[in-house]
T-cell receptor, first 116, second 112 residues
Framework: GAVVSQHPSWVICKSGTSVKIECRSLDFQATTMFWYRQFPKQSLMLMAT?????????EQGVEKDKFLINHASLTLSTLTVTSAHPEDSSFYICSATPGTMAYEQYFGPGTRLTVT | AQSVSQHNHHVILSEAASLELGCNYSYGGTVNLFWYVQYPGQHLQLLLK??????LVKGIKGFEAEFIKSKFSFNLRKPSVQWSDTAEYFC??????????FGAGTRLTVKP
């Protein structure tokens, strides 16, 4: 149980275009979802926290207009990287917390974004 | 907000050697503590977690960790490592604000 999926697993886009990444909780309802960014050989950096039906809370230094997060249902959150630039190339990972278990996060497999 | 530091950036061991990876955190309130492992090309997997109770926590694959509140530490241990333990290990802390902070990670290389 507690499986989180991400789609796509790998995406290449041209500079200036937008890319949408989906995060789904497959077998549980996720009241809260988190988006992380991981640079090569580095740790995960929390970008934002999203609660179903409300606006996401962004960490300091993360541009909310560039990284649009939508958590429209209890099983789906999306991250849209708008007007992507090469410096946005990274590994994006989402995690989800079941509504009845506020302590544990389940992580998706990640999405590798390459902006050319 | 809480912060996490992992002392070792890269650890190289031979098979059967004992392992201890350090993790210290900074947070004044009640914490939940986690160790995650990331095998090459794979996503994060939970090794073990501490919420409350016995400070010595046993996880999967023979790993254990000890929460020492007075030292703000949660070190990961394994008595005898295997080649398959080669991976990146992340310590993480979650405070009352429900978001999780990760350490920088420790890369473990186990030589066969």
């Amino acid at each position: 149980g507690a499986v989180v999926s991400q789609h796509p697993s790998w995406v290449i886009c041209k500079s200036g275009t937008s890319v949408k990444i989906e995060c789904r909780s497959l077998d549980f309802q996720a009241t809260t979802m988190f988006w992380y960014r991981q640079f090569p050989k580095q740790s995960l950096m929390l970008m934002a926290t999203s609660n179903e039906g409300s606006k996401a809370t962004y960490e300091q230094g993360v541009e909310k207009d560039k990284f649009l997060i939508n958590h429209a249902s209890l099983t789906l959150s999306t991250l849209t990287v708008t007007s992507a630039h090469p410096e946005d190339s990274s590994f994006y990972i989402c995690s989800a917390t079941p509504g009845t278990m506020a302590y544990e996060q389940y992580f998706g497999p990640g999405t590798r974004l390459t902006v050319t | 907000a809480q912060s996490v530091s992992q002392h070792n950036h890269h650890v190289i061991l031979s098979e059967a050697a004992s392992l201890e990876l350090g993790c210290n955190y900074s947070y004044g309130g009640t914490v939940n503590l986690f160790w995650y492992v990331q095998y090459p090309g794979q996503h994060l997997q939970l090794l073990l977690k501490y919420f409350s109770g016995d400070p010595l926590v046993k996880g999967i694959k023979g790993f254990e960790a000890e929460f020492i509140k007075s030292k703000f530490s949660f070190n990961l241990r394994k008595p005898s490592v295997q080649w398959s333990d080669t991976a990146e290990y992340f310590c993480a802390v979650k405070g009352n604000n429900n978001d999780m902070r990760f350490g920088a990670g420790t890369r473990l290389t186990v030589k066969p």
